[in-house]
Structure formats: structure tokens, C-alpha cells
């Protein structure tokens, strides 16, 4: 099992928010002991001079081999977050996204491997199903309350 704690400074990411109807494409978060702890939008570190837009392209093509077709503008949350007693802080930049045609349409789960080699698990979760007693948590902590503010799914 993989250790991962935060970084010690402020992170800038770009997140992709790809939906099969009801259902978000989300990567799953465990605990040091391997406990699923919640799930969270794919896509990763801004690098410095990389638009946020071009860096959810580039990783999502890293991470998935898929380019994906951004919708729109994104909108902007800050992420102030603890994990396995470490301090996180995060901007981030999450853009609705829409898949290549007919990929993952017969995928529940993808595993895919971060920078480092992690081996990761993604996987479509239905908005409803989450941030409820017997369901994952979705990070970022209000993302749910967002998404459906904003008419999704």
C-alpha cells in the first residue's frame, strides 16, 4: 500500500468532471491501512505556465490515454483538507468534461497508474449515492452540494 501524504505548500489542480448520466468518474482515496475513505474528480498538479485547461488535457492523456473534450468554463474551490493527520491545501479548477465517444461505456472501474506508478481505481459513482451514511465521502468536502446547486446531475 502506497503512503501519501499532502505537500507542505499550496497545490493548484485542474479536475475533470466527465458524467454517464447521473454517474461521476471518480478515483478512489484510501486510508494508510487500505480503507476506502471517499473518492475525488480525476486530474492533477498545474505546472508552472501550464493553463489549468491544458493541464487537466495532459492529465487525463497521462493517466488514462484518453483526450478529453472540455464543455466549459470551470469554477474555482478551495480545498483546505486534512489527511491521515497532514495539512493539505488546494486550488482547484474543476471543468466539465465529455469523454471520447464510446469510452469506458463497458467500464465500471479503470485502473489507471499515477506519475509515480501508484496503481489507482477509477470508477463511476452516482452523485446520490455519495456523501451518505454507507457511501463513500466526495472530495472536495461541498463538491456535492455544488454540483447539485448548479443543476448536476
Request: with cysteine; hydrophobic share 40%; charged share 25%.
Amino acid at each position: 500500500m502506497h503512503v501519501w501524504r499532502p505537500p507542505s505548500e499550496i497545490r493548484v489542480k485542474a479536475l475533470g468532471l466527465p458524467w454517464r448520466g447521473s454517474r461521476l468518474l471518480v478515483a478512489e482515496v484510501y486510508t494508510d491501512d487500505g480503507r476506502l475513505k471517499g473518492v475525488r474528480p480525476l486530474g492533477g498538479s498545474v505546472g508552472f505556465g501550464e493553463p489549468a485547461e491544458a493541464a487537466l488535457v495532459r492529465e487525463f492523456r497521462e493517466e488514462l490515454g484518453l483526450t478529453v473534450r472540455v464543455l466549459g468554463a470551470p469554477f474555482v474551490m478551495e480545498n483546505l483538507y486534512t489527511h491521515e493527520g497532514s495539512s493539505g491545501h488546494e486550488v482547484l479548477f474543476l471543468f466539465p468534461v465529455a469523454l471520447p465517444p464510446s469510452a469506458l461505456d463497458r467500464q465500471e472501474r479503470v485502473v489507471f497508474h499515477e506519475d509515480c506508478g501508484t496503481p489507482c481505481i477509477a470508477r463511476w459513482c452516482d452523485l446520490e449515492e455519495l456523501d451518505r451514511a454507507g457511501g463513500p465521502d466526495l472530495y472536495p468536502v461541498g463538491l456535492k452540494a455544488r454540483l447539485l446547486a448548479e443543476g448536476r446531475p
